[in-house]
């Protein structure tokens, strides 16, 4: 099956820094791969995602990069603000429509 | 607005005492699912229902069932909660497979 590791667990950064977040999966079948910002008490958002035939989007402060042939993708905010601050999954989904969660990234921004 | 709701927003119930949760979608997405989510853990999928089909995680314990009536509607539930079953009980929606989930807000449990 697939395995979804993310790194790291914990960020801190000042705010207008930037912050990355990287997931590294195992199965080649995965092709979809969207990431989640979950805040204190709500279920998680779709922030931005990435399918396998892209190398990079993205959307103003957010972008993905995806690097099949090494197996990882990456999440980059820029221009950090305090509202970035919350816990962030990567998930992958393999064209058997398993979908796996990384193990999620505390954010913390610093005004 | 269309979105994914969750009722109720926090259960207690007692070991042992089935429990239900609900979720509601307007999105009228295809596809619907539901997570389990302990403390400072990601999102654990136990089963989704691609229409009317259903799909169990292999890991899925036997004591989570799960009802989707019609398309806007599915229904979780606990036949015998144990105090290991105290979690975060997320719904999604996607409209298909391979696209963007919606997540309700989640019921929080607590067995007592």
């Known amino acids: 099956g697939e395995n979804v590791e993310q790194h790291p667990s914990t960020l801190s950064v000042q705010e207008g820094d930037s912050a990355v977040i990287k997931c590294t999966y195992s199965?080649?079948?995965?092709?979809?791969f969207p990431w989640y910002k979950q805040e204190l008490g709500k279920g998680p958002q779709l922030i931005i995602d990435?399918?396998?035939?892209?190398g990079e989007k993205k959307d103003q402060r957010i972008a993905v990069t995806l690097n099949k042939t090494a197996k990882h993708f990456s999440l980059h905010i820029t221009e950090t603000q305090p509202e970035d601050s919350a816990v962030y999954f990567c998930?992958?989904?393999?064209?058997?429509?398993?979908?796996?969660f990384g193990t999620g990234t505390s954010l913390t921004v610093i005004p | 607005d269309a979105m994914v709701i969750q009722n109720p927003r926090y259960q207690v119930t007692q070991f042992g005492k089935p429990v239900t949760l609900s979720c509601s979608q307007t999105?009228?997405?295809?596809?619907m699912y539901w997570y389990q989510q302990k403390s400072s853990q990601a999102p654990k999928l136990l089963f989704h229902?691609?229409?009317?089909?259903?799909?169990n995680e292999a890991d899925t314990p036997d004591n989570f069932q799960s009802r989707r009536p019609n398309t806007s509607f599915c229904f979780l539930d606990i036949r015998s909660p144990g105090l290991g079953d105290a979690a975060m009980y997320l719904c999604?929606?996607?409209?298909?497979?391979?696209?963007?989930?919606?997540f309700g807000p989640g019921t929080r449990l607590t067995v007592l």
């Open positions: 999604a929606t996607s409209r298909d497979l391979h696209n963007e989930q919606f």
């Open positions: 199965d080649s079948a995965s092709n979809y």
């Open positions: 990435i399918r396998s035939n892209v």
């Open positions: 998930a992958a989904i393999n064209t058997g429509n398993q979908f796996y």
């Open positions: 999105l009228n997405h295809n596809v």
């Open positions: 229902y691609y229409d009317k089909d259903f799909n």
